[in-house]
């Protein structure tokens, strides 16, 4: 599941939802990044 919040129209916080698996053992993150769009539209 991805969660998206726009801080302001050229800064979004993107939080996703994982699930690591591994034989015998399984955990869950929910990494957050933060994610900016420069002057130049990169």
Do not use: I, N, T, W
């Amino acid at each position: 599941m991805v969660h998206v919040l726009f801080v302001r129209p050229d800064v979004a916080a993107v939080k996703v939802r994982q699930r690591y698996l591994c034989p015998g053992e399984e955990s869950e993150g929910a990494p957050l990044q933060v994610v900016s769009k420069q002057a130049d539209g990169c």
